[in-house]
């Protein structure tokens, strides 16, 4: 059994793809927590280094993070327990960022960067705007040029949805890159997660796979012969920078509670796309079995289209979305698709959040969504086949076309996105 699904499943799970859920999540998460008064009214924040934050509350930040890490040892699944090395001390010799990030097991090598991304249609005035270089880590920054990053000086005051917006995008700036022992670099060898469960290991982006998707609802057979699906923790990067978040607040530092906070508003968001809760949208236990029993007879035709239609799919509906908003920003603002994200009518319909809001709400209704949206991507790809015609003008490209199946799902999914944002928020900013 371990040896059927293993021959379909690492074969999907390797494929190069686009973890961009809902792609930029700056952009989505403006307009979400506009509708919520707890930020919008918030009194702008004063920027505030890293540094000077762990200066002034290391004794607490050593206790916080042991209390984390013994609570992650016990009620979260296949959670590798942080090497006793990696402790964060009370000894002032050490440099203590990168203390700080190795204590919680993050990239060491991450900018960090002092900057927002503004939000649509506005602007800083006078902030000078940085290159994707010198916020991300990755070699390839091609999917960033189109991002604006303005730079921020300590001390100087800013609105806090500028801090808590830009901050849900950053664990896609390289968070979770190369913290494997088969990824390059030193601390995939110190940091005790093991091999890397799926994805493959020579694609920077794959890396980052297993701590922003997480297969919770899965059968119990899919379970039993890919044990490796259970090696993914978005949850626990989620309980890591929620703690913080309300850590920071309770302190006085509320330039890093907003910060922590879009961190952990990152995973959660993630969690509402269906191809982050599901290995194999679209497709049932018992047609997964076939697929994998054929593979192993040597026909692997099945398993190779599956392959294939994951990996188009995936990164099909990512661009999709994000053509849509850039469409709806560039016709004035005003579309369905900035109405879903701004929809507060469900919030009131999920439970308050906890530690397992991502595992039991988020991740299960996305669960639940995959096939119906796992169809509907399917009928846009075939539409996508027909014809469009010509075009008169000549060099004029080609519009945004829209399908009415796919748009409904979308939707849906995005509401979603919009409310366990502002539940996240609500829950942390409470006093």
Request: glycine fraction near 8%; hydrophobic fraction near 40%; charged fraction near 20%.
């Amino acid at each position: 059994m371990k040896r059927l699904f293993s021959c379909l499943l690492l074969g999907l799970l390797a494929v190069p793809q686009s973890l961009w859920a809902w792609s930029n999540h700056t952009l989505g998460s403006y307009i979400s927590l506009r509708q919520l008064p707890a930020v919008v009214q918030a009194p702008e924040v004063e920027v505030e280094p890293l540094e000077s934050f762990l200066t002034q509350q290391r004794a607490g930040l050593v206790e916080l993070l042991d209390t984390q890490e013994a609570y992650a040892r016990e009620h979260f699944r296949e959670y590798p327990a942080r090497p006793d090395s990696l402790r964060l001390s009370l000894d002032g010799r050490d440099d203590l960022r990168k203390a700080f990030l190795m204590a919680l097991r993050l990239n060491p090598d991450i900018k960090l960067a002092t900057a927002v991304q503004p939000p649509p249609g506005g602007d800083l005035p006078g902030h000078v705007a940085l290159r994707p270089a010198q916020v991300l880590v990755f070699r390839n920054l091609s999917g960033w040029n189109q991002w604006r990053f303005l730079q921020l000086q300590a001390g100087e005051k800013v609105p806090a949805i500028d801090v808590l917006a830009s901050a849900a995008d950053e664990p896609d700036f390289g968070h979770d890159i190369n913290l494997f022992s088969d990824n390059p670099g030193e601390v995939g060898q110190l940091y005790g997660f093991g091999t890397q469960p799926f994805g493959d290991p020579r694609y920077e982006f794959s890396s980052q796979a297993p701590f922003h998707m997480g297969f919770y609802h899965e059968d119990a057979i899919i379970f039993a012969g890919a044990p490796y699906l259970k090696r993914n923790w978005p949850e626990w990067r989620a309980y890591q920078f929620y703690g913080l978040s309300r850590f920071a607040f309770e302190k006085g530092h509320p330039y890093w509670g907003y910060r922590f906070l879009g961190w952990a508003m990152h995973y959660i968001q993630d969690m509402t796309q269906p191809y982050h809760s599901t290995p194999l949208p679209g497709e049932t236990t018992t047609s997964m079995l076939w697929t994998a029993v054929k593979a192993m007879a040597g026909f692997d035709a099945d398993k190779q289209t599956a392959i294939q239609r994951v990996a188009d799919r995936h990164t099909g509906v990512e661009s999709y979305q994000i053509d849509w908003l850039r469409e709806t920003l560039r016709q004035g603002g005003q579309s369905s698709l900035l109405a879903a994200y701004a929809d507060t009518s469900g919030d009131g319909g999920y439970p308050p959040y906890s530690t397992e809001y991502l595992r039991d709400v988020v991740a299960g209704e996305s669960h639940a969504h995959a096939a119906a949206f796992d169809e509907a991507i399917g009928h846009w790809l075939e539409g996508r086949k027909v014809p469009a015609g010509d075009f008169s003008a000549g060099n004029s490209p080609e519009p945004f076309r829209h399908d009415e199946q796919l748009d409904e799902q979308i939707l849906q999914l995005i509401r979603h996105f919009g409310s366990h944002s502002r539940n996240i928020a609500k829950a942390a900013l409470q006093p």
